[in-house]
């Protein structure tokens, strides 16, 4: 297929471009100005220069496709109105552009996120795709947004949501800051050791997604997917460190601390009018809070089975940064 890629040099997106150029599609890069440089792996992919606001750069980006997967966008901004500019805007203009410029189009994948629908209530409370969305985080709130801007195009757009749990893999940053911290012996103390979330590896949503993109039953539906049971933050970490091969941890980071950590990390994205890289509300959200899906409905309707379970995903990532020597195991 012809497709059109936002957010391709991020962690979703990249892996999402490689896999379309290795099935032989011809992929679309949109490049905003002030883009990070393309992973290597996207060599062969085209660059379409383009900008949110420039009505008439998206449309030379859509014109022709088959398909649209909008990954671009912000998880940590500053303000609730920041998140929207990032996250609710851009889907707008996007389908705005679709309608305009890609009237072949056969369908507009929209990335969302579990953070739309807000945490299960309690813990062993599987939420699906019928459950009202309780945002909790101004990032939850704008994807909630922008998936009713991709709906109010219903008729005009075929769209497709999914909203990925924790993505487990290769470039997810806090998953390789918290390797090497592991590997240091020093390993936090996230949640409260209860199964409070749901995981998927990339490489099992990037294959959700390129069906979701396909296939016919999939149009104007939305999908949760995760792979297997529910898991501990901490069963997480443990996997992590086995595979490092690191046995024994000498510096726990508790709760409290992080909360200092997060309470820092505000201070100084303030000061400098940037995003926090840690916040109080992302600790919190890992400790009180239960992130736990059903998705039956994909499985059901489209016969999407995942592959990884939560220690495949941890072995194949360990394993990619250990190949480029990034990591090493003891």
């Not at 792996?41 to 088959?66: E, I, K, Q």
């Not at 939305?222 to 941890?249: H, K």
């Not at 059901?300 to 990619?320: C, N, Y």
């Amino acid at each position: 297929m012809k497709a059109l890629v936002t957010g391709a040099t991020g962690f979703v997106g990249s892996h999402l471009a490689e896999a379309l150029l290795a099935r032989g599609d011809e992929v679309r890069i949109l490049a905003r100005s002030g883009s990070r440089p393309l992973p290597p792996g996207l060599a062969a992919a085209v660059a379409f220069p383009g900008d949110y606001r420039d009505p008439a750069s998206l449309a030379r980006a859509v014109s022709g496709t088959d398909a649209v997967f909008h990954v671009g966008g912000l998880i940590t901004a500053p303000d609730d109105a920041a998140y929207e500019a990032a996250n609710v805007f851009p889907t707008q203009a996007l389908l705005e552009a679709c309608v305009a410029a890609a009237p072949d189009l056969k369908r507009f994948v929209y990335v969302s996120s579990i953070s739309a629908t807000g945490p299960s209530l309690a813990e062993g409370v599987l939420l699906d795709e019928t459950a009202p969305l309780r945002p909790v985080s101004g990032y939850g709130r704008s994807k909630a947004a922008a998936e009713g801007v991709v709906r109010s195009f219903s008729g005009r757009v075929a769209w497709t949501i999914i909203r990925p749990p924790n993505v487990l893999g290769p470039r997810q940053k806090e998953l390789y800051t918290s390797m090497n911290l592991i590997a240091k012996r020093i390993k936090p103390l996230i949640g409260n050791g209860r199964p409070q979330t749901s995981v998927i590896s990339i490489w099992d949503l990037v294959r959700a997604m390129i069906l979701l993109a396909e296939h016919p039953a999939a149009a104007d539906r939305t999908y949760f997917v995760v792979s297997g049971r529910p898991v501990a933050w901490r069963e997480i970490a443990d996997a992590v460190a086995a595979e490092l091969g690191v046995r024994r941890v000498y510096l726990p980071v508790p709760y409290a601390v992080q909360c200092a950590v997060g309470a820092v990390s505000e201070a100084v994205g303030r000061i400098r009018h940037r995003p926090a890289l840690l916040t109080r509300e992302e600790v919190a959200m890992t400790r009180k809070y239960y992130w736990n899906y059903d998705d039956s409905l994909i499985r059901r309707e489209l016969g999407f089975q995942p592959k990884d379970d939560m220690s495949a995903a941890i072995h194949k990532t360990v394993a990619w940064y250990a190949e480029r020597g990034l990591v090493r195991i003891r």
